[in-house]
């Protein structure tokens, strides 16, 4: 809504400059996002450039326990990782 209304608002008034840097400004924490997400699936960050697959992965669970990109960050499956190895009495 935002974005509409800057844009409408700087066609107007022939200032397309401040519709863009606002799209600039809200993209960049999105990706961020969007990229921790595909991380949490346990795909690399450049999945979020193919269209639609970047969607499907949006959606999909995280992996059970730890990868290469961190733990888990509902909590799940991250005690069991850490216990391997240990002896149990």
């Known amino acids: 809504m935002v974005t509409y209304t800057l ?21 960049l924490p999105y990706f961020g996002v969007l990229i921790r997400r595909i991380h949490d699936v346990g ?17 999909c669970d995280s992996e059970f326990g730890q990868n290469e990109y961190g733990e888990n960050p509902k909590g799940l499956g991250n005690d069991e990782i850490h216990e391997i190895g240990i002896e149990q009495e």
Do not use: I, Q
């Not at 960050?45 to 970047?54: A, D, K, Q, S």
């Open 43 to 59: 795909k690399s960050g450049w999945f979020c450039l193919v269209p639609f697959y970047n969607l499907y992965l949006a959606c």
């Open 7 to 27: 844009l409408f608002v700087g066609t107007k008034l022939e200032f397309p400059l401040l519709s863009s840097l606002y799209s600039f400004t809200v993209l």
